[in-house]
């Protein structure tokens, strides 16, 4: 009886140290799939903290290639803009020269009128002069021959004086109608002079608006380039329905546009599409 006693007792403590010992294992187990779930969910984390920056780089990519598209999209019009002033330039020039050269040919004309005039007063002169010594021939009674000479003379002179009167006469019409032309050539080469100066200024511009605003990459790009005269390092005024907001330097330069960063002083005014920037 005893000894079944002593068995049933080593058999209990058996028992015992094994439930323990699967007690012990499972707590064991469950630390360590805790561990390992743990290291997961980080590990799970950063992979989703990854994703999100690179969806959100390639996001920041796509604007800066979108920009860069119509950037370059913009600077392609407005060099074809600039291609089309610069061809009506030429066009002007040309229309300049071709004014200038009529009006000289016009000088040149009434040069030749007024000496035609000037022909005419002296013969007029010569007339009166020989009507003079008709006159006293006639009255001294010099001889009948020395009157006829005087009178072929003046008869002679008077048919000249009549050719040079009708010379005179359509030089005079031909005078008030270059007069006429030469009012109307001044006029048209003012116009073109001012349509040029205006077309000169067009296409050196002092001032243009914001084209681009990109505050990811704290910058903006403007309508003016290396064909107005902007140079990397410039300072140039960024202004807002006239106000003066501060000033912006420029960073990189293309022929028609042109880029800069956006200073500290300019943060808080939120700049724009639109505002403008001045030289």
């Known amino acids: 009886m005893s000894k079944i006693i002593k068995l049933g007792i080593v058999v209990a403590f058996v028992l015992a140290v094994l439930s323990v010992s699967t007690s012990l294992m499972l707590a064991v187990k469950q630390?360590?799939?805790r561990e390992v779930a743990q290291k997961h969910d980080s590990e799970l984390k950063e992979s989703q903290a990854l994703k999100a920056g690179m969806q959100k780089k390639m996001a920041d990519y796509e604007k800066v290639v979108?920009?860069?598209e119509k950037i370059a999209s913009q600077t392609a019009k407005m060099e074809e803009e600039l291609n089309a002033v610069e061809s009506e330039l030429s066009e002007l020039k040309k229309d300049l020269e071709s004014k200038d050269e009529a009006i000289e040919t016009l000088k040149?004309?009434?040069?030749?009128?007024?000496?035609n005039t000037a022909a005419s007063e002296e013969l007029q002169i010569e007339l009166e002069?020989?009507?003079e010594q008709l006159h006293e021939a006639q009255a001294s009674g010099s001889s009948q021959g020395g009157s006829e000479l005087y009178q072929e003379k003046v008869k002679a002179l008077v048919e000249e004086l009549k050719q040079k009167d009708k010379l005179i006469a359509e030089s005079r019409q031909r005078e008030t109608e270059l007069e006429e032309m030469a009012k109307t050539l001044k006029s048209q080469l003012s116009q073109l002079s001012?349509?040029?100066?205006?077309?000169?200024s067009a296409s050196y511009r002092a001032e243009a608006p914001v084209e681009v605003v990109n505050r990811e990459m704290n910058f903006i790009v403007f309508s003016m380039g290396e064909n107005d005269g902007v140079k990397v390092g410039d300072m140039l005024g960024v202004?807002?329905?006239?106000?003066?907001?501060?000033?912006?330097?420029?960073?990189?330069?293309?022929?028609?546009?042109?880029?800069?960063?956006i200073s500290d002083e300019l943060v808080k005014y939120n700049v724009n599409e639109g505002d403008i920037i001045r030289k």
């Open 108 to 115: 040149q004309e009434k040069e030749a009128i007024a000496s």
């Open 66 to 68: 979108q920009e860069k």
């Open 194 to 200: 001012s349509i040029s100066q205006q077309k000169s």
């Open 239 to 261: 202004y807002r329905s006239g106000q003066f907001l501060g000033n912006i330097y420029v960073d990189e330069v293309f022929q028609n546009m042109a880029s800069a960063s």
């Open 31 to 33: 630390i360590k799939y």
């Open 129 to 131: 002069r020989l009507k």
